[in-house]
């Protein structure tokens, strides 16, 4: 066990660090003394300051000293996080991060990339792959997508192949033109241009698209032709024709653009994330027939090794990529035959996903081929990378990762997938003396799991390095060295260092939020389960690990779905049913998961299976996710839940606003008329150093208050609209009292957790738990009817026991109102609290998929092939 250090005395600083005068963010001039070559915990309410300690403080001043030492063009090559507001530390060592956070945007990034695993593998096909007969020795960069020596040809390596159809463009074809038949066609004036155009060229615009002669079809759609024309708006077509005769002035001249020519340009060419998102849906994506999805040119693909190509091995999740490659690590080449049987049965599932993504199945060929006949040189060569490879992937394993595969695309990862892949380069590349700053690494973990992590980070502070850990789990805290405790409370009513030292010393801490969970003095959220009558039936759900799956969602209750990482959770909720919700109630498909704003079109895979019974109780979907409510920082909580709106409209029915005839929308900070012009109502500009961070400095002219001096002179109540964006939604309260519109929106906020927040804090500077708070309170804000279905995918994420407790009381009011809601959870003591629970596994990936018990929570806790089980039955007691 390890051994408890007890708070150093003052003059005996050895092995720690020291902080003194810490004012980054709401932090109120704090000094603490942290340990190192231990495991700490920072913990509080959300909002209480232990980020800005941890991250915004030592982790920025240890990264600052670094950059100190690299060469000024090198900085600028690297993204900084600024210089923090404090006024000493002492014995800090270099730092790295593990932030929470979304993959790196871009269709290319995949598992393999962010782990380094993909090189390893492309050297080893390179060095020790099977050849065909003749073919000349490939160098790495042939086996990889994204070069030009690797990419197929066809799809540019990107694994498939967009088209733009009459089908795809024209979804019913008994519309008119006039009626807008073209779908894909640009809405409002640019729309009716096309049109106008159309009829000048003589096209009949009012008769079903389905009647127009196919070759007349074919030019509107699929042109290159751009003809410019007359053109009489607002004439019908007899009075254009008659203008044309006469040769009367046009209102101007049209050129047109063929629809397919039209998507294609506004897809490669726009700069509006919406606009190119609205295109897409006219692209049909499938999977490329050349390379058959796996993005590489036949030459590479010809290549393979224990009978795999490498499209095939990339394809394999990290468990059976380790059986795969075993023998190859031992030695064993002579068994490499029987491997390339498992490799087949892994290279048939495989085949299967490709063949529901609508591509076509591999013919397997290449699987004839045996690995064991190779020269001393290649095995060598083969035994080496395997061996790094399969150590690699062993501590992905132990990470609970075994269930993702190379090839899986990055944006698609959770943010705590993210992270602990990155943990697991960083536990290989075997650093001393390092400090680890980790973002909550348990987010999205089930209990299960975090054995596996605590092991890792125990594996880090061995090797010689410090843990810090911004962290909300119990368990991790108990398991901790040393516990900082930031608050008492958020915001403004944090910011101060409440207790640090050891774990146990917190429970004399009467201030502490945090203390009443650790020690087991507040009660879980167990209340008894609400008997169920009526039930949503799912049949044959067929989605990603979900093979024929039936389940049944009671409605009119609080359930929560429960299962390890991968076990296929989300796969059953997240995407199952919500699609097959929305299409009952006549809604768009819900968008794939966002790749960036560069990102091609996304192959739509749709789930198999049909509701069997209790779609009818269900008059409405509402999908709370983790997605920011806004890209730039002119989006913020103000304006996202609409309670802005009201605020402007009382400074416009102000004296000084009517005797100045300023509307509400001189209040904006995005219109001219009221906004300062330095700079643009942003509030701050951007003063480039070359070499050093970018700083961000408050505007010269408004001094951050974003707003023309003539618009802040209007004051409501002794503030002006600067001054209420200030506040935090908890001094709004009590500033807006008497404003039943206004308090509305703020009393929800107060009442999830989110007082501490500014109203006009940046989308930006939003953490996912926040964003899915701010989405739940603006829905709340709507009259409740009942039937409503709620889905909410973990969303305790990011979020204090105390802060759990807040939004769980909102979740079951919606409940008690007559809607239904679906939470995807980790957190047991929200499990423990539902009416129904749902657990899926047993495993992760192919070893999952399955509903391993459903009932009442406490029926659940009782069913012994359960990995929930055990820990559900902990916090029941």
Known sequence: MTKRRSPPSSTDLRGFVRVRGAREHNLKNIDVVIPRDSLVVFSGVSGSGKSSLAFGTLYAEAQRRYFESVAPYARRLIDQVGVPDVDEIEGLPPAVALQQQRGTPGARSSVGS?????SLVRMLYSRAGSYPAGQAMLYAEDFSPNTPQGACPHCHGLGRVYEVTEASMVPDPTLTLRQRAIASWPPAWHGQNLRDILVTLGYDVDVPWKDLPKKQRDWILFTEETPTVPVYAGFTPAETRAALKRKTEPSYMGTYMGARRYVLHTFSTTQSPLMKKRVSRYMIGSVCPVCDGKRLKRESLSVTFAGLDIGSLSALSFDALVDTLKPAAEGRFNELAE?????????????????????????????????????EEKRIAAQRIAQDLVARVGTLQALGLGYLSMDRSSPTLSPGELQRLRLATQIRSNLFGVVYVLDEPSAGLHPADGEALLTALEQLKRSGNTIFVVEHDMDVMRRADWLVDVGPDAGERGGEILYSGPPDGLADVALSRTARYLFGHERPLERSPRPASRWLELRGITRNNLHNLDAAFPIGLFTAVTGISGSGKSSLVSQALVELVSEHLGHELPAPEDEGDDAAPSVITKTGGRIHKGADAIT????????????????????????FDHVRKLFAATKAARAKRYDAGRFSFNVAKGRCETCEGEGFVSVELLFMPSVYAPCPTCHGARYNEATLKVQWNGKNIADVLRLTVEEACEFFVDEPAVMKPLSLLYDIGLGYLRLGQPATELSGGEAQRIKLATELQRSQRGSNL????????????SDVDKLVAQLQGLVAAGNTVVVVEHEMRVVAGADWVIDVGPGAGDEGGKIVACGPPRLVASETTSRTAPYLARVLG
């Open 620 to 643: 409405r979907l509402v999908q709370v996710d983790q997605k920011p409510i806004g890209r730039t920082p002119r989006s913020n909580l103000a304006t996202y839940t609409g309670l």
């Open 790 to 801: 709620y889905v909410l995918d973990e969303p305790t994420t990011g979020l204090h026991p």
């Open 339 to 375: 491997s390339t049987t498992r490799s087949r049965a892994a290279g048939k599932r495989a085949n299967a996903k490709r063949v529901a993504a609508g591509g076509a199945a591999h013919d397997g060929s290449s699987d004839v081929r045996r690995t064991p006949n190779l020269s």
């Open 114 to 118: 962010v782990t380094t695993l993909s």
